[in-house]
């Protein structure tokens, strides 16, 4: 009654129609064999095909990667083997019964017994008129049992699909991206063609020779049995295999991952791994329908992490046990470590003294707050000396001097804003950053107000010492982010120690003056924006190359600027700075409107050669502004094959919009690839989050192909892109011997300084005139000595 009673409202009105489904098909079936005085031999078959239900019941594949999407198996298979023409709701009850006998024996609990027997049995009513009508129609038997198992499949999904609320994606999301789409599909045909047999079978044979027919039908449903009970152990199987790899998972994301150490994302796992309704922590142990470990989970006190499965026909296992009570101890000793590794944080990075962040706190605070700032964002730095302080400690005390300064800190952080922070560097001196400020002004006032609060006599004993503190203020303004941080702070100290030298002391009077940054990230933006508004980039082109053949296939794309100023900037500085300002989407049009025209001249000069590879960001693929232009570029270049090369970190976890754009842009004729694969904590889920074309195979893993591991992986890559139809590049190939070692792996096509480093395009349409696709050219020491390698945008 306790699991009853846990249902939420919702669940109701599904359990209450299809419990009261099976109890009145149960009775029909009493009723029925009462009245009409089965024979001896009627009641034995009745017995027989009761049995034969409940048996089928185990034999269960899972249709789905979470709880809410039910298991599904042949049993409705033998339903083809009853009357069905004459006796359509005896068939169904007798159904109902053998499920109800079997889902008993399998949940330990008589409701929801009673609902998945219920759920099974309104299914199975499907299944029976569905087929009956047909057969009365004169169909052939493959198609009659096609749709009564269509029926009897759809009826249950729907039922549960309404019931779970629509959400059968992860995380509880709406859709069905859970779904495992193959399984159901085989599980489908598989009961297709075996309801077809059985059919078949029954009805080929006379009604003179029953004991043959009956023979017969009971070898067949035999053979059927096995059939079911191999795939059902086959899915058995993997469902262990999935809970093993999302123990493993959590056993290497946890302790490793402060942010991933949580009561809740360990909850989370739990739910996923164990596939479980629900999980929860709590001081009760586990009910009915649910299985508990014992943790206390960061929490100190002694509790129970509970999965539950409530209106589920699934129940746990003795491996969901061992499962949950090893993700509940790894979980535990992670957040313990984290909690650890937290108090140890803070002692190292705070000021034992005046308990405020220390120097090393100040250092990480400061670079964060100006990497993690907009681009127009200002902040100010105000360094703080506090005036004849070691002449005061040593004519009053050491304990004089502790309290001066404790208190000049609290009035610190009194007089400041809640998002600005407050470190002690030194032994008189303070930091303060002032975050989000306005204007040079606003920064000014609150570093005067700062001055005022603490210019306040302390009382320092009851003996009536009272002590002001002077403090000199050097403050620093940057009023846009900067690319090197530590100038700031340098300017900063620079004023505060011209303040001590212009005036050692003023009476009473704290001295505060203001010096602006030199503004080296300014002039770096203000540098990368004139580039891209100007058309100034260029673009350098890098073959990509076919080893079976040593001719070349492709080319990818790579920007590249060089300012007479600073030099060359390095592509990853431009795109931050492109993202930053707002003209990521400007730079990739741009870059991608040179390579395909580039693309266009190549092919006329060689036409076998007509890819181009241009780096995008996944999500740019979503923007208004550029997917129409990706979508077009087929058509508007129609001599060349645009590639889109997306790097795995961009790619995370792909929307559905997302595949759905990237399915749109590969029926235009666009190639998707998956760049730099392996260069950082890559994973197999990277794979297939996307439909792919191309997967580039990141240098870091072919360093040395002589490591069997690396060699082995190669392989292991090459052959899981054949599966899937993907194409495999390895990139950063220096030397014909990696080259030879691929060409063994079965490896096709490579990329690297062997075949050519990135040049200019009239370089790049030299060589073509020169050479054709030839893989293998000479190259002047010079031009190699004189080429900077350019990174990808």
Not at 576 to 605: D, H, P, Y
Request: aromatic fraction near 8%; charge should be negative; glycine fraction near 6%.
């Amino acid at each position: 009654m306790k699991a009853i009673n846990s249902l939420s409202r919702w669940q109701y009105p599904f359990l209450i129609p299809a419990v009261a489904f099976s109890v009145s098909m149960v009775a029909y079936v009493a009723v029925f064999m009462v009245q009409r005085q089965f024979g001896a031999f009627s009641w034995l078959l009745t017995i027989i095909a009761i049995a034969s239900f409940a048996i089928g019941v185990s034999y269960r594949i899972p249709l789905g990667t979470i709880n809410g999407i039910p298991p599904l198996g042949g049993v409705v298979v033998l339903l083809a083997a009853m009357n069905i023409i004459d006796r359509p709701m005896l068939a169904v009850g007798i159904f109902v019964c053998g499920l109800l006998i079997g889902y008993s024996f399998i949940l330990r609990n008589a409701v929801f017994a009673l609902y998945a027997a219920g759920i099974g049995g309104l299914g199975g009513l499907a299944y029976v008129f569905a087929a009956r009508h047909l057969l009365l129609a004169g169909w052939w038997p493959i198609a009659i049992f096609a749709v009564a198992t269509t029926a009897y499949f759809t009826s249950i999904l729907l039922i549960e699909f309404a019931r779970n609320k629509g959400e059968w994606s992860p995380n509880q999301q709406k859709g069905v991206a859970a779904v495992r789409w193959r399984p159901l599909g085989i599980l489908w045909a598989v009961c297709v063609a075996a309801s077809t047999i059985v059919f078949t079978a029954i009805t080929e044979f006379p009604a003179a020779v029953l004991d043959q027919r009956v023979l017969h039908a009971g070898f067949i449903l035999a053979l059927g049995g096995m059939l079911f009970f191999g795939l059902s152990m086959s899915a058995r199987f993997s469902q262990v295999l999935r809970k093993l790899n999302g123990l493993v998972a959590a056993s290497m994301s946890l302790p490793g991952d402060g942010v991933t150490a949580t009561p809740e994302s360990v909850l989370q796992l739990v739910q996923e791994t164990i596939e479980a309704e629900t999980a929860e922590l709590r001081a009760t142990p586990a009910g009915t329908n649910e299985i508990s470990a014992s943790t206390t989970l960061g929490t100190g006190e002694n509790m129970f992490v509970v999965a539950s499965r409530k209106l589920s026909s699934t129940p746990f296992t003795a491996e969901d046990q061992r499962v949950l009570e090893g993700l509940t101890y790894i979980g535990s000793e992670a957040i313990r470590t984290k909690q650890d590794v937290a108090t140890l944080t803070a002692e190292v990075n705070t000021d034992s003294l005046t308990g405020l962040p220390n120097h090393r706190a100040f250092q990480i605070a400061l670079i964060a707050i100006n990497e993690n700032r907009a681009y127009s964002d200002a902040i100010a730095v105000l360094f703080i000396d506090v005036d004849d302080f070691k002449m005061q400690n040593d004519e009053y005390g050491h304990h004089a001097g502790d309290k001066l300064l404790v208190a000049v800190a609290h009035r610190m952080v009194g007089a400041v804003r809640n998002r600005d922070s407050v470190f002690r560097v030194g032994g008189d001196e303070f930091v303060i950053i002032l975050d989000h400020v306005s204007s040079l002004a606003e920064a000014k006032t609150i570093a005067e107000r700062v001055v005022a609060e603490v210019g306040v006599p302390v009382n320092i004993d009851d003996a009536g010492l009272t002590l002001t503190p002077v403090v000199s203020v050097g403050m620093a303004f940057s009023a846009n982010r900067e690319a090197d941080i530590n100038a700031l702070v340098v300017d900063a100290d620079r004023t505060m120690l011209d303040v001590k030298r212009s005036s050692h002391r003023d009476g009473s009077s704290s001295k505060l003056e203001v010096s602006a940054s030199a503004q080296r990230s300014s002039r770096l933006n203000d540098i990368v924006a004139h580039a891209i508004d100007e058309h100034l980039l260029t673009v350098a082109f890098q073959p990509i190359v076919s080893i079976t053949d040593e001719r070349i296939w492709g080319f990818e794309a790579l920007v590249r600027y060089t300012d007479p100023e600073l030099g060359t900037i390095p592509a990853s500085a431009l795109v931050e700075r492109a993202k930053n300002l707002g003209r990521l989407n400007k730079l990739t049009k741009q870059i991608l409107s040179r390579a395909m025209e580039a693309a266009t001249e190549f092919a006329a000069i060689v036409p076998g050669i007509t890819v181009m590879a241009v780096n995008v960001e996944a999500g740019q693929l979503l923007e208004p502004e550029l997917n129409r232009l990706f979508a077009d570029a087929p058509t508007a270049y129609p001599a060349a094959t645009l590639c889109l090369e997306l790097n795995e970190r961009s790619v995370g976890t792909a929307r559905s919009e997302l595949r759905a754009q990237v399915d749109r842009l590969r029926e235009c004729g666009v190639l998707i690839a998956l760049d730099d694969y392996g260069s950082e904590n890559s994973s197999v889920g990277a794979l297939v989050r996307l439909p792919l074309d191309i997967l580039k195979i990141d240098r870091s893993l072919v360093t040395n192909l002589s490591d069997v591991r690396q060699h082995e992986f190669v392989r292991a890559l090459r052959s899981f892109a054949e599966t899937m139809d993907y194409s495999i590049v390895v990139e950063g190939i220096e030397d014909a011997e990696s080259v030879d070692k691929l060409r063994k792996l079965e490896v096709r096509m490579v990329q690297g300084f062997y075949y050519g480093r990135p040049i200019s395009f009239e370089d790049t349409c030299q060589r073509l005139r020169a050479h054709g696709a030839s893989a293998v050219v000479p190259v002047a020491p010079s031009a190699q000595q004189h080429t900077p390698q350019t990174q990808k945008i």
